[in-house]
């Protein structure tokens, strides 16, 4: 099985702050990764395809790059909305980042 | 409106057996997987397995092959997570989501409500 990991696993920034999460597969997975935002007691939404595709309706300070096994994850301005934890994903997720207001 | 709606929350004994649904609507639900994805209290996402309503053909995480069953119903439009013997670590929420895998590369885009399942004696 292809392992993901994540880091951080946790951050706190401050609102219009530029945050970053990288994630790793443990193999060459090409641009076959995902990204996705849960808020507390909601569903996980998906937010970046094929590791930089912006799934529709998704605000554009949002971004995906990477491609084979790094991969970084990026919000340009960071809104009170984002507070959430985001996992990467090929098939197996990767452990989340829990983003937080500073 | 494209949608998975889910079962309500099940609080169950160890060892009962259980088996939760998930509607889609609003889409041929035979041309797309669903997935099933385990929440843990407190922890990350975990794939359990998908399933392809067309004919299904079904996929389980080595962790969960053995564990549940995945299976559907396509004159309903409906997938099933089920248990033969629940235990005390089967409590979690439990989502079923759509995969795309023609234009998004296999991204679960479309995800139910949750199922809450409690395991508790």
């Known amino acids: 099985d292809i392992q993901m990991t994540q880091s951080p696993s946790s951050l706190s920034a401050s609102v219009g702050d530029r945050v970053t999460i990288t994630c790793q597969a443990s193999?060459?997975?090409?641009?076959?990764l995902n990204w996705y935002q849960q808020k507390p007691g909601k569903a996980p939404k998906l937010l970046i395809y094929?590791?930089?595709n912006l799934e529709t309706g998704v605000p554009s300070r949002f971004s995906g790059s990477g491609s084979g096994t790094d991969f970084t994850f990026t919000i340009s301005s960071l809104h009170p909305e984002d507070i959430a934890t985001y996992y990467c994903?090929?098939?197996?997720f990767g452990p989340g980042t829990k983003v937080d207001i500073k | 409106e494209v949608q998975l709606v889910q079962s309500g929350a099940e609080v169950k004994k160890p060892g009962e057996s259980l088996k939760i649904s998930c509607k889609g609507s609003?889409?041929?639900?035979?041309?797309?997987?669903i997935g099933w994805v385990r929440q843990m209290p407190g922890k990350g996402l975990e794939w359990m397995g998908i399933?392809?309503?067309?004919?299904?053909?079904?996929r389980y995480s080595p962790s969960f092959q053995g564990q549940v069953t995945i299976s559907a119903d396509k004159s309903i439009s409906t997938a099933y997570l089920q248990w033969s013997s629940l235990k005390a670590s089967d409590t979690a929420m439990y989502y079923c989501?759509?995969?795309?895998?023609?234009?998004?590369?296999?991204?679960?885009?479309?995800w139910g409500q949750g199922t809450m399942v409690t395991v508790s004696s």
């Open positions: 989501a759509r995969r795309d895998t023609v234009v998004k590369n296999d991204a679960f885009d479309i």
């Open positions: 609003g889409y041929s639900f035979t041309s797309y997987w």
């Open positions: 994903q090929q098939t197996t």
């Open positions: 399933i392809y309503p067309g004919d299904s053909d079904t």
């Open positions: 193999q060459d997975i090409s641009n076959y």
């Open positions: 094929d590791a930089s």
